[in-house]
């Protein structure tokens, strides 16, 4: 059978790093506000000019260097963005001219912090179908250009990053203990609108819009959510909460995170948290926790990870992966 494995992960951020202390110079909040509701303590912010397109090349030519690949061997891209460079083209056909890959197809998903793994069960699916050989993903967001900067529930949440994986068709045994993608799940709930949206766009208000947010109500649904679509790759596999070596998860909140660790019973330990010091980067964010995970060597080959996110829409998702 066809596996779709992961070759080469890495992640880039933007130079300026912000605190929560000079976010306190700008509006009522404070360093212990901050910490004690999201965990976040620092977040990277894009610079002038700096584009969610800037970001996704660089961590796509770092993911490319570490998967031993050139441009000739990639022909499938795709960037998960809800920022991206332009209403069109989409940014990744900008990022597969600048990285100078001269065939196959590249195309934005937006399935806002889902992104990442939506576009990895779209790219999972391409790849066994056999259309494609060999993706690059990317998850690349700059969120600062879309909050209101007076909004003191929203603006400390978020940050700018990019964070990419190759994945290539390879041939495998199958099973549980193979490497490569074993299962994916992605769904959407369009009902909640509301709770979790950008208030403008090119055919409502012919403006980019800024974020807008009910925090207590997203962080319910998503306990709900994340919990319920964990376990439905866990029934899918037939492995158990226990197999499971890391959770890397979206970013948003250290207690989302903390909270669903619990629902299953799993040491705190196993999650690798990166929101103290990237913030929620959105569809940048799980690939940016794997690549600090394979980084520091906290992941290994044969652990089983567990992927997972949610997002606007609503949109949610999961995936196991043995590394």
Not at 30 to 53: F, L, N, P, Q, Y
Not at 185 to 191: E, L, Y
Request: hydrophobic share 45%; glycine share 12%.
């Amino acid at each position: 059978m066809i596996r779709t494995v992961v070759t080469g992960c890495a992640g880039h951020l933007p130079e300026r790093v912000v605190t929560n202390a000079e976010l306190a110079e700008r509006v009522d909040t404070s360093d212990e506000w901050i910490v004690a509701r999201t965990g976040i303590r620092t977040r990277h912010i894009a610079a002038d000019g700096e584009t969610t397109g800037d970001l996704a090349v660089a961590a796509g030519l770092k993911a490319m260097t570490a998967a031993g690949v050139g441009p000739e061997d990639i022909d499938l891209i795709i960037v998960a963005t809800a920022t991206p460079d332009n209403t069109f083209p989409a940014t990744a056909a900008q990022v597969q001219a600048r990285l100078g890959v001269r065939q196959g197809a590249a195309f934005d998903i937006q399935a806002v912090c889902s992104g990442f793994i939506y576009g990895l069960a779209t790219a999972d699916n391409f790849l066994k179908a056999g259309q494609f050989r060999r993706c690059l993903l990317i998850g690349s967001e700059t969120f600062s250009r879309i909050l209101d900067w007076e909004d003191r529930t929203t603006c400390v949440l978020f940050g700018d990053g990019a964070g990419a994986v190759v994945l290539e068709a390879q041939e495998s045994e199958g099973g549980n203990d193979s490497p490569g993608v074993l299962t994916t799940h992605i769904h959407s709930d369009g009902r909640h609108h509301d709770l979790l949206y950008v208030d403008g766009g090119p055919s409502s208000t012919q403006t980019v819009g800024h974020l807008r947010m009910s925090g207590r109500e997203v962080f319910k649904h998503a306990v709900t959510n994340l919990s319920a679509v964990i376990q439905e790759a866990l029934d899918a596999t037939g492995l158990q909460a226990g197999d499971i070596d890391w959770i890397i998860p979206h970013q948003a909140n250290k207690r989302i995170l903390d909270g669903t660790a619990r629902k299953f019973g799993l040491d705190p330990a196993k999650v690798v948290v990166t929101v103290d010091q990237h913030g929620n980067t959105s569809a940048a964010s799980v690939p940016l926790a794997l690549a600090a995970a394979i980084a520091d060597g906290r992941v290994k080959p044969g652990d089983l990870l567990l992927l997972e996110a949610m997002g606007g829409g609503f949109t949610w998702g999961s995936a196991l992966v043995r590394w």
